[in-house]
């Protein structure tokens, strides 16, 4: 199995020592952002891990290897090219055994985390049930994995352009915990409430912490989410991003977008239709994401 894994040299040693490392995925630096915004926000992610005393792991495949932390000149190639493959679960064995690059989602980032060994994990959005999932029946993996794969999840929710109270059943069903960082309204990504509650509200790191490793102390195997809203400052108004998104959904269905090109189109109409304010909205949460998250993984290593 090793074999399949690059651990960059600080990750790797950081790890042995029991430092505090977090996880970062690179779909949302080639599928979620435009560039160079994306590589821009990347690298000032990284930075603020850093300063908080923990070490980033930036996940991706290059030539098929799953690479733990990757350098400034990988994230810069992830950035920029045109021809790197979104990998979730189903499409990790072809990425790897073709010796492919790919960009990890959520759920393939959470697998590459818990086979190297790190616990908490830092990302904008979650992928959940899809509008008319009950219908279409697109459910993200990133679902199914956050059932079976034991890593934390920190996020700014999920957007509403998914259908919030059904992925919120759907992780119930999983035995996921959903957990409000300072909030007991689940946030949607570009505001700070949905309107549906979160399982239960924790206010520092301490107690965080604290709920991880009880929960898989206790052999409950998988995932948590970890929802974090964005900063006051940088929401984005209710009732405007619901009349936006309603018009992004209605555009990918009138295209006939499918399948795993149906985030990313979303997420592009988003920034078109908002004319880049939803791009700001987002980097500013990834980055907040980043800050807490880190903090959780310190108290993480110090626990274990
Ligand atoms: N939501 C975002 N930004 C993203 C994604 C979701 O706000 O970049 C990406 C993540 O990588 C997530 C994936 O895991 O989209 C979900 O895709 P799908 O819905 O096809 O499972
Ligand atoms: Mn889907």
């Known amino acids: 199995m090793k074999s399949y894994l690059e651990l960059h040299p600080e990750v790797e040693q950081a790890l ?19 560039y160079p915004e994306n590589v821009q926000t990347a690298r000032e992610v990284e930075a603020i891990i850093r300063e908080q005393g923990a070490v980033p792991a930036t996940i991706g495949i290059m030539n098929g290897k799953i690479k733990i932390g990757l350098s400034d000149e990988e994230l810069e190639a992830f950035g920029s090219s045109k021809d790197v493959m979104k990998v979730s679960r189903r499409d990790l064995p072809y990425v790897v055994s073709q010796q492919k690059n790919g960009a990890t989602t959520v759920a393939a980032t959470m697998i590459g985390a818990q086979l190297a060994g790190i616990s908490v994990f830092v990302t904008g959005g979650l ?6 999932g009950e219908v279409t029946m697109d459910i993200s993996a990133d679902l199914t994995e956050l059932a079976q794969t034991s890593v934390a999840v ?7 352009i998914l259908d919030i109270g059904r992925t919120l059943e759907y992780l119930e069903t999983q035995g996921v ?25 924790l206010d520092s790191p301490e107690e965080t ?4 490793k009880a929960k898989w102390d206790l052999g409950l195997a998988g995932g948590l989410v970890i929802a974090n809203p964005v900063p006051e400052a940088d929401a984005l108004d209710e009732q405007e991003m619901e009349a936006n998104i309603e018009r992004a959904l209605s555009e990918a269905k009138q295209l006939g977008i499918k399948g795993k090109d149906v985030t ?34 310190k108290e993480y290593a110090r626990l274990k």
């Open 16 to 34: 042995q020592e029991g430092r505090p490392v977090v996880a970062l995925e690179s779909t949302i630096i080639s599928h979620g952002m435009p």
């Open 127 to 132: 992928g959940g049930v899809h509008r008319e």
């Open 154 to 160: 920190v996020c700014a929710g999920a957007k509403s």
């Open 177 to 201: 915990p959903v957990i409000g960082y300072r909030t007991d309204d689940f946030p949607a990504f570009y505001t700070r409430k949905s309107g549906y509650g979160v399982d239960c509200r």
């Open 209 to 212: 912490a604290a709920l991880l």
């Open 264 to 297: 990313p189109f979303l997420l592009g109409k988003m920034k078109e239709i908002t004319q880049g304010r939803s791009l700001v909205t987002n980097i500013a949460l990834v980055k907040h994401n980043a800050l807490v998250g880190a903090q959780i993984a």
